[in-house]
């Protein structure tokens, strides 16, 4: 069993639209989540925590459901560059749990 | 970004050989560690290191060998590898091993083993 499940995609979707990941976690003692970026053949960057009342960055929201135990990632008015790997992370104590990620390419 | 750096990039090894993987992190944290992510897989945490003392160690086979001589440095020692250890290492550090703060990875080594 994955202790976090992601679906894989790939997500295509052209430049400004919409896009939203879901992210569900098995370890209901995780105590903070991630999401992070990663590019081909290159490192995992963190794009944004997690918290419990949601959180914003500019174009991107992350949500966070405790009693569901689900994260999500929204993605507003896309761009080229966003076009990546994005990585959904739980966290208890020294234990990062990834998930396999999702793929998102987006079209001109 | 230049927070976590690890050398080489590319490492190409065969069997009998044995080498070592570098990490140095310039923020200040406390905690660091090694993973290894394969294609198609989730990463997968090798070694943890909290303040130079290692709190976890992932039932990783001893042909891997890490060494923590202070908080800002971590090494990884390879001998005799298997064809399946071919991946990317990466190392992490974070604020402390307990607190609830993210991950910085490094570039990460591609190893390719044959």
């Known amino acids: 069993r994955k202790e976090v499940e992601q679906d894989p995609g790939p997500f295509n979707v052209p430049e400004g639209a919409t896009v939203a990941f879901n992210c569900t976690y098995s370890n209901s003692a995780s105590q903070s989540f991630f999401w992070y970026r990663q590019d081909c053949r290159k490192e995992p960057k963190l794009l944004m925590s997690v918290y419990s009342s949601g959180n914003e960055d500019g174009r991107f929201t992350a949500q966070l459901n405790r009693a569901s135990q689900y994260i999500s990632l929204l993605i507003r008015d896309s761009k080229l560059s966003d076009s990546a790997t994005y990585l959904c992370?739980?966290?208890?104590?020294?234990?990062?749990?990834f998930g396999t990620g999702t793929s998102l390419t987006v079209i001109p | 970004e230049t927070g976590v750096t690890q050398t080489p990039r590319h490492l190409v090894m065969g069997m009998t050989n044995k080498k070592s993987l570098k990490c140095e992190q310039h923020?200040?944290?406390?905690?660091m560690y090694w993973y290894k992510q394969s294609a198609k897989k989730p990463l997968e945490l090798m070694f943890v290191?909290?303040?130079?003392?290692?709190?976890e160690n992932n039932s990783v086979p001893s042909r891997f060998s890490p060494e923590c001589p202070n908080s800002s440095h971590l090494f990884l020692h390879l001998h005799t590898l298997q064809p399946e250890d071919s991946a990317l290492y990466l190392c992490?550090?974070?604020?402390?091993?307990?607190?609830?703060?993210?991950?910085?990875f490094g570039n990460g080594t591609r190893l390719t083993v044959t």
């Open positions: 992370v739980a966290r208890e104590g020294n234990q990062f749990y």
């Open positions: 992490a550090s974070s604020i402390t091993a307990t607190e609830n703060s993210p991950l910085h």
């Open positions: 923020l200040g944290h406390n905690a």
């Open positions: 290191y909290n303040f130079k003392e290692q709190t």
